[in-house]
């Protein structure tokens, strides 16, 4: 099972993902989570990535495709993943659907999770994390329109697509998902 969550942030793609990778017993991608862990680090894609994140904005292309390239090799993606935060713009799309030929591993589906705004403002804000300031937030959400969104058609186009309602609890959100997972034949 190979998927992936689009959608913006403060979403909850990563608390949603969480349970679906417990559920399905596979790997759970996040390039957000590796990027900062990166920074804690200090490694090189740390240092690189820093004053990008701080401020709201994308981490270059080049950055993030040499961590997933290197991260889809390991063992314990051979059973499948799910990718959170990645792809995030059309030319990590097209990186991603080269990694994926290249290892003959096609990709199941791309699940794409939808609030209301002021819903993501609200959990954003309650979050806490240093770029989750209110100018820092109206940047990611001004990079997710211009870069990423491009992407919902992109997989539209090739039949991938599914729009998840992400309003009301975590249990009924999760419901939803497996309700459209069962959908693409994804077994436990
Ligand atoms: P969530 O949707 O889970 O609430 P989020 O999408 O706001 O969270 P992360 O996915 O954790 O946050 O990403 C945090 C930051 O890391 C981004 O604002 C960006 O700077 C950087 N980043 C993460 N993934 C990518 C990517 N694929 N390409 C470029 N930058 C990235
Ligand atoms: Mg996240």
């Keep these: 099972m190979r998927i992936i969550f689009v959608g913006p942030p403060g979403v909850g793609k990563g ?14 991608l996040s390039t957000g989570e590796m990027l900062r862990q990166a920074m804690e680090e200090g490694t090189e894609v740390g240092r690189l990535s820093q004053a990008h994140i701080q401020s709201g904005k994308l981490v270059p292309d080049e950055i993030v495709l040499r961590i997933m390239d290197e991260r889809l090799d390991q063992p314990d993606c051979r059973r499948g993943y799910l990718l959170d935060g990645f792809p995030r713009t059309i030319k990590q799309a097209t990186a991603l659907d080269e990694f994926l030929a290249a290892r003959q591993t096609p990709l199941c589906g791309a699940l794409e999770l939808k609030v209301d705004e ?44 599914h729009e998840i309602n992400g309003m009301g609890t975590q249990d009924e959100v999760f419901e939803r998902i497996q309700r459209v997972l069962s959908t693409i034949g994804a077994k436990k």
């Design 15 to 28: 608390t949603q993902a969480q349970r679906l990778v417990a559920y399905l017993g596979i790997p759970h």
């Design 118 to 161: 002021d819903q993501l403002v609200a959990r954003l804000a309650s979050r806490g994390r240093t770029d989750d300031e209110p100018e820092i937030i109206r940047e990611r959400l001004r990079h997710y329109g211009a870069q990423t969104s491009p992407l919902l058609d992109y997989y539209r186009r090739r039949g991938l697509l």
